[in-house]
């Protein structure tokens, strides 16, 4: 993103307009206007999503897929409608191609245990890279456990982008899956998703894509990038927590097992054999969150509501002036610095611990996470156990990084 | 929400940036690890006891100032110490970090361990403060395992 040339002049975008939808940026921390700056942990939420979510609990709240009545009905249908909202946010080309899950880690988790356990065996290897989350390494070594595979690393370098060299060179004849993150959520690097599915493809390789922090930045279209799977968190798109997208493609789908057995995911059950039902439901077994979908749904309509190339060109402007400032601090060291980066900014500070940084910019009402991102792989490459993390949304302003770089001029004051 | 200086006193910052016995032991001695996944402290301590008294005892690793100073200040405390004085300043020190806000500090036979009053008021640093105590009681049990404290 940092690529993007302003094409939109960043006047367009009112920021302040924006903050009013968003009622928790009005509170206070310690007396101090909250300062939130940690999105890619949890992105905040619009009143529309809110309303939604209250509607949908006050109005029409009913089990969907079985009643014959009125409420279940309408429950269905937005439960539903909620599903082809997302099919137009990442462009997929059937809404039966969308699976409702609780979010990233689960959809990981359902592609590793359904596709993994009958495509993968012994010998086979899978291909992730250093960049990932957690949840996008554990999976898959629980996978390659069950069946006996191997899990490959795509290596990166100092300022943390992916050695496109080495990831063409791990893909072998043994490779039967790509699995990688489209933008870190400990550095915010942009990986070249189009050129890994391309490579992947000429061998035939299928290609899962973490998204969860790609979707609140970038817009993200599953047929023009032609992956196999696509998968991302709505609490992070500014929805609400526990309801998550599985995209897969409509072929793939089919020919995987469920993921869990019981209620929905069923066309007919007797003690002697059990149909499954057509997906996407075949791996949505049990009630889903329909108040979650619900909320997602809103979050899409809310951004679709914007103007996104607005809220881009307003974001980047946003996150160069974060790396100015932030670079301007004595004794900080940026952590990531990819040549294409999302707003998210690692850093790290001479003689302070990310943790007592944390507690300090707390005290001013600057939440920050500090830790190792659920990325200790990556931390352990590029050498530290820890860093800061600020992760900037459309809604955080320049005033905002002025609190963060005040707050860091008491962190170096305390321990000067 | 009290002053920073409350958590950050002085001693804290002097320990963290100049470590007591920040070193291995030859053997014999004993160790464990101790590890905080929360934010990613990692700390081994090195004892080496005789006759049921701590003949020294000496810590290595990474953390933030709190779990560093915590740990430099801990093996200042406990040289010479009997192990079951080593169990009770554990516990007073346990209790002092996790009593109530409002509650009077106790300082008991705390000493300079005092210091470390203020964490109360940051629940999520009262691990930090804790870890090296925590990894002292399991190498005193000389555990193999690295002790966690979630």
Not at chain 1, 266 to 285: C, G, L, M
Not at chain 2, 22 to 28: I, N
Not at chain 2, 112 to 140: D, I, Q
Request: aromatic letters at 6%; proline letters at 5%; glycine letters at 8%.
């Amino acid at each position: 993103m940092s690529a993007t040339v302003l094409s939109t002049p960043p006047e367009v975008f009112d920021v302040g307009r924006i903050r009013k939808d968003f009622p928790i940026l009005r509170e206070q921390v310690y007396g101090k206007p909250l300062v939130y700056l940690d999105n890619a942990a949890t992105a905040q939420k619009p009143q529309s999503v809110i309303d939604a979510m209250v509607r949908s609990l006050t109005e029409e709240n009913a089990n969907i897929h079985r009643g014959v009545h009125w409420l279940s009905e309408r429950a269905t249908k937005s439960f539903e409608d909620a599903r082809e909202k997302v099919r137009r946010f990442v462009n997929a080309a059937d809404v039966h191609e969308i699976v409702f899950v609780r979010g990233a880690t689960e959809a990981i988790n359902l592609v590793a245990q359904t596709y993994g356990r009958t495509h993968v065996s012994a010998g086979d290897e899978i291909l992730i890279s250093t960049l990932e989350h957690h949840s996008n390494i554990v999976p898959w070594q629980m996978l390659a456990a069950q069946v006996g595979a191997r899990l490959r690393v795509v290596p990166i370098n100092d300022a943390g982008e992916l050695l496109m060299d080495d990831y063409v060179a791990l893909l072998t004849p043994r490779t039967r899956l790509v699995a990688i993150v489209h933008v870190s959520n400990s550095l915010g690097t942009i990986t070249p998703v189009e050129t890994i599915i391309g490579h992947a493809h000429a061998r035939g390789v299928p290609v899962l894509i973490d998204g969860a922090q790609a979707v609140p930045h970038l817009s993200v279209d599953v047929q023009a990038l032609d992956c196999d799977f696509y998968v991302f968190s709505g609490h992070k798109v500014f929805g609400p927590t526990g309801i998550g997208v599985l995209y897969g493609k409509h072929a793939l789908l089919e020919r995987m097992p469920p993921y869990q057995g019981g209620g929905d995911m069923i066309r007919s059950v007797t003690f002697e054999k059990t149909d499954y039902n057509i997906v996407p439901f075949k791996f949505e077994a049990g009630t889903p969150n329909i108040t979650g979908a619900v909320g997602l749904g809103a979050a899409i309509d809310y951004l679709e509501r914007l103007d996104w190339r607005a809220v881009q060109a307003y974001e980047h402007g946003l996150h160069a002036y974060a790396l100015e400032r932030l670079t301007a601090v004595p004794g900080v060291r940026l952590v990531g610095t990819a040549a294409s980066k999302a707003s998210v900014i690692s850093f790290v500070m001479d003689g302070v611990h990310p943790h007592d940084i944390g507690t300090i910019l707390d005290q001013e009402g600057v939440a920050v996470r500090t830790g190792h991102h659920c990325t200790q792989p990556v931390m352990h490459r590029l050498g530290v156990p820890a860093t800061a993390r600020a992760s900037l949304a459309f809604y955080n302003t320049r005033e905002e990084v002025d609190a963060l770089v005040a707050a860091l001029d008491k962190v170096r004051e305390i321990f000067a | 929400m009290s002053d920073l200086r409350e958590l950050y006193q002085e001693v804290i910052l002097d320990h963290n940036k100049r470590p007591r016995n920040f070193r291995a032991l030859d053997p014999p001695s004993q160790k464990a690890e101790g590890f905080n996944p929360l934010c990613g402290d990692r700390i081994t301590v090195h004892l080496r006891l005789k006759d049921g008294v701590i003949e020294d005892v000496s810590f290595e690793g990474s953390g933030c100032a709190i779990s560093k100073a915590s740990a430099s200040l801990m093996t200042d405390a406990l040289k010479g110490r009997s192990v079951g004085e080593a169990d009770a300043l554990f516990q007073e020190f346990h209790r002092m970090v996790t009593a109530p806000v409002d509650a009077p500090v106790e300082i008991g036979r705390l000493d300079k361990l005092a210091v470390f009053s203020g964490v109360r008021e940051y629940p999520v640093r009262v691990k930090c403060a804790s870890l090296a105590w925590h990894t002292l009681r399991a190498a005193l049990e000389a555990k193999e395992d690295v002790v966690s404290t979630e």
